[in-house]
């Protein structure tokens, strides 16, 4: 996907690219890929494919929820920044909290943060679990993109989410994943408002987008230990 390219399906999901926008999304691709020599962020490194299975991938979450009000979002697992610079980029009225393990990575995004000149946006060391249990309903929005298994990340992101919120997954094929979820996220007093099925442009690669809404707060005892989530996904 070419830049013309992107800014023309960028369109089609309703979203009309600022020239400031677009130079940083630039920088950012370049920052990337300078970080990538250093560090493992992504297997993905040419230009035309960093644009559509990263930035524009990122953006289709607009196609399930409005991200122009002033909405908190955590990206866990984020990574090389996927989804959450990308949307703080394009919707810089959100308030962003991005999660990683790894310090490396939180290393990294924090100078990707610094260099864009990006505001009300942290990355944080942590551990998703640990950081849900003293992190309990704090966000509107919650995201995880290529992480983990549906039933293990509901149980993971679900109690970040603020009451009537949404933690919506960014995934490719989900069929076994959904059946395997439904009673986790019963448990966290959510339910699937909508999944979104569709292909990404050019290529035609599947992907889906499981919105779950927080109906009432969840259970203190949850997120458990990785250790025991794991055993029984």
Same mark, same amino acid.
């Given at each position: ?7 023309? &399906? ?22 990337? @890929?300078?970080?990538?020599e250093? @560090? ?13 299975k ?10 399930v929820?409005?991200?122009? *009000? *002033?909405?908190?979002?955590? *990206? $866990?697992? %984020? ?6 610079? $990308? ?7 959100? /308030?962003v909290?991005?999660i990683? %393990? ?7 995004? =924090? ?10 946006i ?17 966000? *509107? ?7 983990a =298994? ?24 989900? &069929?076994?994943?959904? &059946? ?9 007093? %959510? %339910?699937?408002? /909508? @999944? ?7 290529e035609?690669?599947?992907? =889906?987008? $499981? ?23």
């Amino acid at each position: 996907m070419n830049i013309k390219g992107f800014i023309e &399906e960028t369109k089609k999901l309703g979203i009309e690219l600022t020239d400031a926008q677009l130079q940083k999304l630039e920088k950012f691709y370049e920052l990337l @890929i300078f970080w990538n020599e250093k @560090i493992n962020l992504t297997r993905i490194t040419k230009k035309e494919d960093v644009y559509l299975k990263h930035f524009y991938d990122s953006l289709t979450l607009y196609k399930v929820i409005n991200l122009n *009000d *002033d909405f908190t979002l955590c *990206d $866990v697992g %984020s990574g090389a920044g996927f989804p959450g610079i $990308v949307l703080k980029i394009v919707f810089p009225n959100l /308030k962003v909290t991005l999660i990683d %393990s790894l310090q490396k990575r939180v290393n990294y995004l =924090n100078e990707i943060i610094q260099e864009l000149d990006l505001f009300n946006i942290e990355a944080i060391h942590t551990r998703a679990e640990d950081y849900a249990r003293n992190n309990r309903e704090k966000f *509107d929005i919650v995201t995880a993109r290529a992480v983990a =298994n549906l039933k293990i990340l509901s149980e993971l992101c679900l109690p970040m989410v603020k009451e009537k919120g949404y933690f919506i997954a960014l995934k490719a094929n989900i &069929e076994e994943e959904l &059946e395997n979820s439904k009673e986790m996220i019963k448990k966290l007093n %959510s %339910s699937i408002e /909508k @999944i979104e099925t569709f292909n990404l442009p050019i290529e035609h690669s599947l992907r =889906n987008l $499981v919105k779950i809404k927080k109906e009432r707060k969840t259970n203190p005892i949850y997120p458990r230990r990785m250790d025991k989530i794991k055993n029984e996904s």
